[in-house]
């Protein structure tokens, strides 16, 4: 019998068990890649509560991922013009430490910035951010969840007085009414999605409303599909709750025992009459009364978001506008209902856990806040003051840092801004600024290491063991099933090896990566994500989801039932009430006028995984989506005579790209789509990011990634 290794898949937030089985196999043949090498074989984990078996693409092919395009030592060069040339590691480790301390000297610990990743395993956002924050006292450590998830981290501490979604996926089982905003989880969150769909078709009653400016998978599979118009959610939402106010369907005992706000509330809503609410989102008023009809009938509402809600300047706006129809309808803490953040990527939960935003201290916990200031600082034997008491850079002011050049050294890990960022030509030149650029990563080339002075390669899932948190706080173990290659190192001890050579050796004693989380966890003590329950060991027997404080059993695999927040309805804010928070909406940072008439939003398709570092090099991916389109409704591309297949000329205020047209009517007229997945190295003139601006919610400083304005022009002779 083949052992087989339990694992979690590093793709996507959902977040599927994995069980992988070496190459070789009793009386079978050993299957390669495409480049020969022997290739492990992935299966989803039958016994992981998450996704009971479940795969997609990404997850069953991610094994042909891990020999190709690998960076096995450091390398290193003094100038950007110069080529990269293999060093040892003390040698890489002795410039860093160089650089670091001369930028401390010269221009303070406030120069030096660290950004990471929701690739990372728990424990190394727990290092790193010991590291930035505790030991070279500068806040200065963000992570691409910033792009992704901190909307809805700010949403939740807003509404709920602390982040943490609410629900868990049995809920897609339970609901009597699902809400999905904003995100095309039937290709980019499949598994989860799968879970809710299933439950849709075999009851009739079940409804599913879909609010997304494309026709996607997902609005296919929908009783009601709300093309809303881009930047138009929040007004969507307040027309919803004006109707459910106007009807009478409101939980009046629950708001009055558990909420405040309300007056201020209803002001705001009262603005919002459906004429006006469907007339601004661009959708029949029949539909928007469906929709707030099949949300009054329900007797469970589940509200499912991602990227459409929190990539916006209103993105803290807009999941707090979820959540108050929550509030007023009192569908919160109990199975099937609540607002339910998916996560992008695999353990951007985990780096919330662990203070993996320039904001947070581990265990929820806020730089802004004296006592948990003070409570990190004495259990890591720091003086008193030692940790800065504002928020650091964010991902965005790092690059604005290199411009001015308050940032000296800038270190990147296990994510690639080149292809990224918004404003992508700005990103870059910014990175050709950068006096010192640490690029901390599994794969070589990407677009980021052109911009690089050392480059460390770090152990890749599978060659390093450690926690990830999926969207719904299941905590998995991720065990290592195979050795390094060459000389790379798990994240958390490279962060570990630097802070021993600045000087800072006690704090980073750990051997082992269950020794980082069992100093993690001990932190998290009454905390709303408590997993002073957990360890490593514990975690070899199965996933267990949080809160998980060592005061309750966790007992064996499946004897403990989903774990749901606020099911007391008390909630996380002084007075233990949840809190309306009203706002109008805005619409888009950049709206469209006569230069630039059209929308353009962008997304990730079904089998690619972000800037293609693993997805590029598979070959079933590559056959699904060989080349990034531009979707267009057939009304425009009349308009301007484009065909399918005719080379367009995209530009915005910020740069120019071209790509091929796909002609459909999956996309509203005056709105287009391009897939965000292509950088320098995988095609010319196709990075989506290229046109993007990087105006940010002011509350949770995420980029409006997903809109801005666009002019097009067909190409005769491309
Ligand atoms: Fe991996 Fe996400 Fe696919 Fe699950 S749904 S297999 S976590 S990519």
């Given at each position: 019998m083949v052992e087989s290794t339990r694992t979690l898949c590093p793709?996507?937030?959902?977040g599927c068990g994995l069980e992988v089985l070496p190459p070789a196999q009793p009386g079978k043949a050993i299957k390669r890649d495409a480049a020969g090498n022997p290739l492990w074989q992935v299966r989803g984990d039958r016994g992981h509560s998450s996704s009971q078996g479940q795969v997609c693409v990404k997850g069953a092919t991610v094994a042909e991922s891990l020999d190709r395009n690998r960076l096995k030592y450091p390398l290193m060069r003094d100038r950007l013009d110069q080529p990269l040339q293999p060093v040892t590691w003390d040698q890489a480790l002795d410039r860093i430490v160089e650089k670091i301390q001369t930028a401390q000297v010269q221009?303070?610990?406030?120069s030096i910035c660290l950004y990471g990743s929701g690739q990372f395993q728990t424990e190394d956002y727990y290092v790193a951010q010991k590291l930035m924050k505790g030991c070279l006292g500068t806040n200065n450590f963000d992570a691409n969840s910033r792009l992704c998830m901190s909307s809805a981290v700010a949403g939740y501490i807003q509404s709920f007085g602390s982040d943490g979604p609410p629900c868990c996926y049995d809920d897609l089982e339970l609901t009597d009414c699902a809400f999905i905003v904003g995100a095309n989880a039937a290709e980019c969150h499949p598994i989860a999605f799968n879970r809710l769909h299933k439950h849709h078709k075999r009851n009739r009653q079940v409804k599913m409303v879909v609010v997304d400016p494309r026709r996607t998978k997902t609005a296919e599979a929908a009783d009601l599909h709300l093309a809303i118009q881009p930047g138009t959610d929040v007004t969507l939402f307040n027309g919803i709750a004006h109707l459910l106010l106007r009807w009478g369907e409101i939980a009046s005992l629950f708001m009055d025992e558990c909420t405040t706000g309300f007056g201020d509330y209803t002001d705001v809503i009262s603005h919002y009459p459906p004429e006006r609410v469907a007339q601004e989102c661009g959708i029949p008023m029949t539909d928007l009364e469906q929709a707030a009809r099949y949300w009054a009938n329900a007797d469970n509402v589940l509200s499912l978001w991602s990227m459409g809600v929190n990539q916006s300047v209103q993105g803290t706006a807009k999941v707090c506008s979820i959540i108050n129809v929550h509030l007023i309808s009192g569908q919160v803490g109990r199975p099937g209902a609540g607002p339910f953040s998916l996560t992008g990527q695999p353990n951007a939960m985990g780096g919330r856990e662990a203070g993996g935003l320039c904001h947070l201290l581990p265990g929820y916990r806020s730089i802004q806040n004296p006592e948990h200031r003070a409570t990190l600082e004495q259990a890591w034997g720091l003086p008193p003051g030692r940790i800065a008491p504002e928020p650091g850079r964010d991902t965005w002011a790092m690059i604005t840092g290199l411009e001015t050049g308050e940032v000296q050294v800038l270190w990147i890990a296990a994510t690639n801004p080149a292809v990224s960022m918004p404003d992508l030509k700005r990103t870059q030149a910014a990175l050709r600024q950068s006096p010192f650029t640490i690029y901390q990563d599994a794969y070589y080339p990407t677009e980021t290491t052109a911009y690089a002075h050392v480059v460390l390669p770090a152990a890749q899932w599978g060659e390093k063991t450690g926690v990830m948190t999926n969207s719904e706080r299941m905590v998995t173990l991720c065990t290592a099933f195979r050795p390094v290659l060459g000389e790379a190192k798990a994240d958390w001890e490279i962060f570990a090896m630097v802070g021993r050579r600045l000087g800072f050796g006690d704090q980073f004693q750990f051997q082992t990566a269950a020794e980082v989380y069992g100093e993690f966890a001990a932190l998290t003590r009454d905390r709303l994500c408590d997993v002073t329950g957990l360890s490593h060991d514990r975690l070899q027997a199965g996933p267990v989801q949080w809160p998980c404080p060592d005061s309750e059993p966790v007992g064996e695999p499946g004897d403990r039932p989903a774990q749901r927040l606020y099911t007391t309805l008390q909630f996380p804010t002084p007075d233990g009430r949840a809190r309306f928070r009203p706002f109008h909406g805005q619409g888009l940072g950049e709206p469209v006028d006569q230069d630039y008439p059209f929308i353009l939003t962008v997304g990730r398709l079904y089998g690619h995984w972000h800037t293609q570092t693993r997805t590029g090099h598979i070959a079933k991916i590559q056959k699904l989506h060989p080349r990034p389109l531009l979707e267009i409704h057939p009304k425009d591309a009349k308009a301007l005579g484009i065909d399918n297949d005719t080379w367009v000329v995209v530009k915005s205020r910020r740069g120019v790209t071209r790509f091929q047209a796909l002609v459909t009517k999956a996309i509203s007229p005056g709105v287009v789509f391009i897939p965000m997945h292509w950088g320098a190295l995988w095609a010319d003139d196709a990075e989506a990011n290229v046109l993007t601006h990087s105006m940010a919610c002011p509350l949770s400083l995420e980029p409006e990634l997903k809109a801005c304005a666009v002019h097009l022009q067909p190409l005769a002779n491309p």
């Amino acid at each position: 019998m083949v052992e087989s290794t339990r694992t979690l898949c590093p793709y996507c937030g959902v977040g599927c068990g994995l069980e992988v089985l070496p190459p070789a196999q009793p009386g079978k043949a050993i299957k390669r890649d495409a480049a020969g090498n022997p290739l492990w074989q992935v299966r989803g984990d039958r016994g992981h509560s998450s996704s009971q078996g479940q795969v997609c693409v990404k997850g069953a092919t991610v094994a042909e991922s891990l020999d190709r395009n690998r960076l096995k030592y450091p390398l290193m060069r003094d100038r950007l013009d110069q080529p990269l040339q293999p060093v040892t590691w003390d040698q890489a480790l002795d410039r860093i430490v160089e650089k670091i301390q001369t930028a401390q000297v010269q221009r303070g610990s406030d120069s030096i910035c660290l950004y990471g990743s929701g690739q990372f395993q728990t424990e190394d956002y727990y290092v790193a951010q010991k590291l930035m924050k505790g030991c070279l006292g500068t806040n200065n450590f963000d992570a691409n969840s910033r792009l992704c998830m901190s909307s809805a981290v700010a949403g939740y501490i807003q509404s709920f007085g602390s982040d943490g979604p609410p629900c868990c996926y049995d809920d897609l089982e339970l609901t009597d009414c699902a809400f999905i905003v904003g995100a095309n989880a039937a290709e980019c969150h499949p598994i989860a999605f799968n879970r809710l769909h299933k439950h849709h078709k075999r009851n009739r009653q079940v409804k599913m409303v879909v609010v997304d400016p494309r026709r996607t998978k997902t609005a296919e599979a929908a009783d009601l599909h709300l093309a809303i118009q881009p930047g138009t959610d929040v007004t969507l939402f307040n027309g919803i709750a004006h109707l459910l106010l106007r009807w009478g369907e409101i939980a009046s005992l629950f708001m009055d025992e558990c909420t405040t706000g309300f007056g201020d509330y209803t002001d705001v809503i009262s603005h919002y009459p459906p004429e006006r609410v469907a007339q601004e989102c661009g959708i029949p008023m029949t539909d928007l009364e469906q929709a707030a009809r099949y949300w009054a009938n329900a007797d469970n509402v589940l509200s499912l978001w991602s990227m459409g809600v929190n990539q916006s300047v209103q993105g803290t706006a807009k999941v707090c506008s979820i959540i108050n129809v929550h509030l007023i309808s009192g569908q919160v803490g109990r199975p099937g209902a609540g607002p339910f953040s998916l996560t992008g990527q695999p353990n951007a939960m985990g780096g919330r856990e662990a203070g993996g935003l320039c904001h947070l201290l581990p265990g929820y916990r806020s730089i802004q806040n004296p006592e948990h200031r003070a409570t990190l600082e004495q259990a890591w034997g720091l003086p008193p003051g030692r940790i800065a008491p504002e928020p650091g850079r964010d991902t965005w002011a790092m690059i604005t840092g290199l411009e001015t050049g308050e940032v000296q050294v800038l270190w990147i890990a296990a994510t690639n801004p080149a292809v990224s960022m918004p404003d992508l030509k700005r990103t870059q030149a910014a990175l050709r600024q950068s006096p010192f650029t640490i690029y901390q990563d599994a794969y070589y080339p990407t677009e980021t290491t052109a911009y690089a002075h050392v480059v460390l390669p770090a152990a890749q899932w599978g060659e390093k063991t450690g926690v990830m948190t999926n969207s719904e706080r299941m905590v998995t173990l991720c065990t290592a099933f195979r050795p390094v290659l060459g000389e790379a190192k798990a994240d958390w001890e490279i962060f570990a090896m630097v802070g021993r050579r600045l000087g800072f050796g006690d704090q980073f004693q750990f051997q082992t990566a269950a020794e980082v989380y069992g100093e993690f966890a001990a932190l998290t003590r009454d905390r709303l994500c408590d997993v002073t329950g957990l360890s490593h060991d514990r975690l070899q027997a199965g996933p267990v989801q949080w809160p998980c404080p060592d005061s309750e059993p966790v007992g064996e695999p499946g004897d403990r039932p989903a774990q749901r927040l606020y099911t007391t309805l008390q909630f996380p804010t002084p007075d233990g009430r949840a809190r309306f928070r009203p706002f109008h909406g805005q619409g888009l940072g950049e709206p469209v006028d006569q230069d630039y008439p059209f929308i353009l939003t962008v997304g990730r398709l079904y089998g690619h995984w972000h800037t293609q570092t693993r997805t590029g090099h598979i070959a079933k991916i590559q056959k699904l989506h060989p080349r990034p389109l531009l979707e267009i409704h057939p009304k425009d591309a009349k308009a301007l005579g484009i065909d399918n297949d005719t080379w367009v000329v995209v530009k915005s205020r910020r740069g120019v790209t071209r790509f091929q047209a796909l002609v459909t009517k999956a996309i509203s007229p005056g709105v287009v789509f391009i897939p965000m997945h292509w950088g320098a190295l995988w095609a010319d003139d196709a990075e989506a990011n290229v046109l993007t601006h990087s105006m940010a919610c002011p509350l949770s400083l995420e980029p409006e990634l997903k809109a801005c304005a666009v002019h097009l022009q067909p190409l005769a002779n491309p």
